[in-house]
């Protein structure tokens, strides 16, 4: 691989030997590659190799160059993809750039790496039938502007201040609205038609508004039946075309659109994150016209994220336990299946923001674009070479590729104009994301135990408001991780930015002091479970720890790791506990009444404290560094009880008397009856057929 560095007019301190010796390649200075050195960078594309380019300012112009030098090649010349890395606005125009040589060797060396493997993905179709909800006239100007693209159907709001063309352009809708649901290409309007005057038979004649007296229909036909007196001349007005009738029987009635504009105030729908395909418009910015231009044909996304129901902690035997996933989803795009033991997501409402499987603490919601373990080999690379560099102290800037990429331009490029600027430090490595929320607290340790510093992520005003308390939730776990293994300072923290106001706070936040990372950095790589790369993480920190207290206490929120606390006054072994728990934290004994538990295999859902009959069981969120953490340990364990009959054990001796207790006040357990219930499921039952004064059912 070939990587082609450019000092940008020796604006940049760049040290092409340094860079070389850890990129294992002998690298050329540039200093005008976009101008007067353009021929080397044709060289590069014509040998054939693949490409790095240290500029992404001119990647139209080096992407135009590329496709010129392959038009006119030979059908037979093969040209590999290109790939740009920002090493300019991310700390070559930095107060420090003299000293930001390892993260530069650090985001090339990550940009060397092959792309991930290739996911499935989510397919729409659309041709173009688009829904325009708003007043009639402000709908009738949005649809003048779209029609020589769009099939497009009013639904009128009323007449609005311009009201309806006399010219009838596009078929109109009219009533009220029940439901708006779907996705581009796949919307579904419910609406119930109520209204006196049938907008399919109006010829808009305007009779009726001429025959008014109360003024009551606008010049959306339709009458404003709170305005209106009932006097019904409107009625005699249109008795030939017919399409006035006061007792007309509202109907409900329903159709299909591939996309949607929305005028009014109130939109259909009230999650941060819009389904693809609906669009709202204030009657002044394009960009939304524009969007829905484009929206027609096949278009296809990643599928984001991969389900697996097994490791689910939602839902058994119709109780609740987790439900985090559905709780910060900003698209409503996950629901509960409860009878079926599991959560929902539709792959056409998700957006990819990944905050699902951020808080699934079971690793049955996994991020597949790209995966965890493709994210870890990234992180390894990037914080490997920047140690190999001679870096120290490194902090992991996790922002966003589009609002998160342009602070940080704007934020070098403050810096190279501003001498009160520092820009981004030479210890700062960015590392752009599909969204900020997508990686949680099992990669951010592992990132410390990978030599970083810090982690810290930038958020803009993209992101859904939960998404911020849903990670801050996330870091105040990991943080009180390394603060209980005396790992000092500030290890985690979410930095907010709108735009340039936020700048020179943000560029102050990221000049804070380091914390305090691990001595030997790990070399276990990150697993597609996410639970096996946590206890992989926490051995390492562990072992690298200034401190091994027996016990660490975690924030009782966001909490992936913790014990059970057992009232055993309470507890009756009745094992319902067992057959919640759906990461097989609770175990029994085959031999005798025993309840064991696996503390490292709790997920803290709550599926068992909901299930027990007894209210015996409590959360308690810590972190147990014992070896007895990942072994069975009993917490509880009772007598047997034997069967009077036949001495067999079958149950525990406090929960046989717990239940002669409740149902020996029971007309239907007395005598012999509640005897039967000291016996075996076998006597019970010879028990009843050998008795003779029982009833059989031989006998009527």
Known sequence: MTTLICDCNQTMP???RSLGAVLNE?????????????????????????????????????????EQATSNAPSTATYAPIRFVNIRETGGWSRDAA????????????????????????TYKSAGRLLIIGKLGEAERAAELLCDELDITLFTQGAGDLGAMQERRYPVLGGQIQSLTGWLGAFELKWLRNNPIDLDLCTRCNACLVACPEDAIGLDYQVDLNACD????????????????????????????????????????????????????????????????????????????????????????EKTGCSACIDVCSASAISSEKSRQQIKVN???????????????????????????????????????YTRSGGKNAALLLHSQQGGTRLLGDLGRAAQLDRDTHGVPARVIPLALWHTSSLGLEVWLTAIAYG???????????????????????????????????????????????DARDLADLDRELQAAPAQGVGRAASFAVQADKRATLELVLDHLIAQAPLKPEVIALPATGSPLGTLKL?????????????????????????????????????????CVSTCPEKALTLVQQLNLSPLRKEAVVINAMQPYACVRCSKPF????????????????SMFQGAALERLKMCGDCRVIDIYSAQNETKITDI
Request: with cysteine; glycine share 6%; net charge neutral.
């Open 347 to 385: 792959p056409n409402l998700c957006v990819g923001c990944g905050t699902c499987t951020t808080v699934c603490p079971t690793g049955a919601l996994t991020y597949a674009y790209p995966r965890a373990s493709d994210q870890g080999v990234k992180l390894k690379t990037m914080l490997g070479t």
């Open 14 to 16: 760049l040290d092409p």
């Open 26 to 66: 002998n690298l050329t200075l540039h200093s005008t590659l976009c101008r007067r050195e353009a021929g080397a960078f044709l060289a590069a594309v014509k040998s054939g190799e693949e490409l790095v380019v240290a500029c992404t300012q001119e990647k139209r112009l080096f992407s135009e160059l590329a």
């Open 651 to 666: 149950g525990t001796l406090k929960a046989i008397e717990a239940m002669l207790g409740k149902l020996s006040g029971h």
């Open 567 to 607: 009232n055993k006054d309470a507890c009756t072994l009745c094992l319902s506990c067992i057959n919640a728990c759906p990461a097989s934290a609770l175990q029994d004994n085959a031999e005798s009444p025993q309840l064991k538990f696996i503390e490292k295999n709790c997920v803290q859902c709550g599926l």
């Open 99 to 122: 000293q930001a040589s390892p993260k530069i060797a650090a985001l090339l060396a990550a940009a060397h790496l092959p792309d991930p493997e290739p996911v499935a993905t989510v």
């Open 452 to 498: 970083a510093a810090q982690v810290w992520v930038l958020m803009t005003d993209e992101e859904a408001p939960q998404y911020a308390e849903a990670l801050r939730s996330q870091m105040a776990v990991a943080q009180a991780i390394l603060t209980g293994l005396g790992y000092t300072g500030e290890h985690f923290r979410v930095l907010h930015a709108r």
């Open 230 to 317: 009932a006097q019904r001349a409107c009625v005699k007005a249109c008795q030939v075309a017919g399409a006035i009738d006061f007792n007309r029987v509202p109907d409900s009635a329903s159709d299909h659109f591939d996309l949607v504009l929305d005028l009014r105030a109130a939109p259909a729908f009230t999650q941060h994150a819009l389904p693809q395909g609906y669009l709202r418009w204030d009657g002044v910015d394009a960009k939304p016209l524009m969007t829905l231009r484009g929206l027609v044909g096949e278009f296809e996304k990643p599928k984001f994220f991969v389900y697996k129901q097994k490791l689910c902690a939602h839902s058994r035997n």
